[in-house]
């Protein structure tokens, strides 16, 4: 799986919106990137995914480089319980029964965000 | 809705006993996951059970054992505990067809003295 830079720390002030970089040039084709974040003493809990195209949901927005080789986490209106670490993870997908990459994901230092009243 | 059930939430051990890390999933997910995470350190990866029937090694699999119960059940063994293996030990669960999205338990929090 394709290594990933993300910055130790960011802040936000509360309401405004929280854009979270992350780096990994050295993506594969098939790879997709994955974003965690982990609220603090919690287990990590799944933010957001894609391939190459942006993606949206509930939570957040994915933006990935035309080239793929850097994303940014968008989280439109940031509240004070955003506060956590953010994990950035670039692995490919699980395929079939004879694959490898069984969901292993494998996490660096992410990034900690923290929001501002 | 439970997800991903961990027990105990708190062990502390003293050297060489041993102890078993429970976790089960009411999500009929393939795939399970056991992760240790250090102090101000990521998630790293111990074993890991891609469907019912099997289980591979990780990134740190030395001092552990694990057994896949059943396609519910997935438990972590510490033999002889060792002071390195305090640690918060995460469970986790996926779909291994789908998003490969992970479910994480809430943690059990060991301490070897």
């Known amino acids: 799986d394709a290594k990933t830079t993300q910055p130790p720390s960011m802040d936000c002030a509360e309401g405004r919106a929280a854009n979270l970089p992350c780096n990994h040039s050295?993506?594969?084709?098939?790879?997709?990137v994955y974003w965690y974040r982990q609220i603090h003493s919690q287990g990590p809990q799944y933010i957001i995914h894609g391939l190459k195209n942006n993606e949206t949901n509930e939570m957040a927005s994915l933006i990935i480089t035309e080239d793929r080789k850097s994303s940014t986490l968008i989280l439109p209106h940031a509240t004070l319980r955003d506060t956590a670490v953010y994990y950035c993870i670039v692995r490919a997908p699980s395929s079939n029964a004879g694959g490898t990459s069984y969901g292993k994901l494998t996490f660096g230092q992410g990034t900690i965000l923290t929001v501002h009243p | 809705n439970a997800g991903v059930t961990q027990t105990p939430k708190f062990q502390v051990l003293k050297t060489g006993q041993s102890m078993t890390l429970q976790c089960a999933q009411d999500?009929?997910?393939?795939?399970m996951y056991w992760y240790r995470q250090d102090p101000g350190m990521g998630l790293r990866l111990i074993y890991y059970?891609?469907?019912?029937?099997?289980?591979d090694k990780g990134e740190v699999p030395n001092g552990y054992n694990v057994s896949r119960l059943n396609k519910r059940e997935f438990s972590l063994r510490l033999e002889s505990a060792a002071p390195s293996q305090t640690s918060v030990y995460f469970c986790?669960?996926?779909?291994?067809?789908?998003?490969?999205?992970?479910?994480f338990g809430e943690g059990s929090r060991l301490t070897v003295l």
């Open positions: 999500m009929n997910h393939n795939s």
């Open positions: 050295t993506i594969s084709g098939n790879e997709y």
């Open positions: 059970s891609a469907s019912e029937g099997t289980t």
């Open positions: 986790a669960s996926s779909d291994l067809w789908v998003t490969g999205e992970l479910f």
